[in-house]
């Protein structure tokens, strides 16, 4: 297959480490052609983050706390002065306290919820407010769910009301963005073993039990994920908005 990504810029928010679902999916694009611009949060991970951007092409990498529009604004402004235009915009964000993906989602405090919401969901509106002037068109807006969004997945708890309010969002940028040609789309991956996932109690086990249930009877992986994100992000799904495309072997059909 051809380079489906060729003279495209790709800006892909979340890579954390190099076993992350956002490092899988940049890997892709940069594969397929792709110009990347990489974002960390936190000097913690600042290294690993430019390391991999410099295996990846000499990939721009800048940092962007998600939860401050001025930091937003910052990562605009910066791309702006340097003549960035988007074709493709990833958010693999999401973030809840460990202590609310266990026990009871009654139990979720204020500002727990609050926080949960404002990282993995609003942070995704916020940054279409910023950066779709930089959008070129067609530009393509992907984001990654789970499928707790739409079930009561055992101590999932406020992480899927966020992704539910994330999908929500999802159709309602679809809508608005549709008018400068934007696309905008969510991912909705199988369980994979990141360091994320690990964060909600019980999740080795879950592994074990979607992979007896699924249709293809294997978990799906990043790099599966990734192979939707090119499709996503390329002219094959030219006509593919406000669609939540399930990436997780066929778990999402499966009964009891």
């Known amino acids: 297959m051809g380079a489906l990504l060729e003279n495209k810029t790709a800006l892909v928010m979340g890579v954390a480490n190099r076993w992350s679902i956002a490092t899988a999916i940049a890997r892709a694009l940069h594969a397929h052609g792709a110009r990347l611009v990489l974002t960390y949060e936190g000097e913690r991970v600042k290294d690993e983050v430019e390391k991999l951007g410099a295996e990846l092409g000499g990939a721009a990498v800048a940092g962007c706390d998600v939860g401050s529009d001025t930091s937003i604004e910052q990562l605009k402004d910066s791309l702006e002065s340097k003549g960035v ?14 202590e609310e993906l266990a026990g009871k989602f009654y139990a979720t405090s204020r500002d727990g919820f609050r926080l949960a919401l404002d990282i993995s969901a609003y942070s995704l509106v916020a940054l279409c407010r ?8 067609p530009a393509s807006v992907i984001a990654l769910t789970y499928l707790g969004s739409v079930r009561a997945v055992q ?9 539910a309010a ?3 969002a999802i159709r309602y940028l679809a809508v608005d963005l549709g008018e400068f040609g934007a696309r905008v789309n969510a991912i909705s ?9 690990r964060a909600v109690s019980g999740f080795t086990s879950i592994l074990g039990e979607v992979e007896k249930r699924t249709p293809l009877r294997r978990n799906a992986t990043a790099d ?12 094959l799904s030219g006509a593919v908005t406000g669609h939540v495309l399930y990436v997780d072997a066929g778990f999402h059909i499966v009964g009891i």
């Open 155 to 163: 101590n999932y708890n406020v992480m899927g009301v966020a992704k």
């Open 85 to 98: 235009k988007l074709d493709v915009l990833v958010h693999s964000i999401a973030f809840a306290r460990k």
């Open 189 to 197: 991956a199988g369980p994979i073993k990141t360091a994320s996932a």
């Open 130 to 137: 910023y950066l779709h002037p930089l959008f070129n068109a």
């Open 224 to 235: 599966d994920v990734a192979n939707a994100a090119v499709f996503l992000a390329s002219g």
């Open 166 to 168: 994330l999908e929500s």
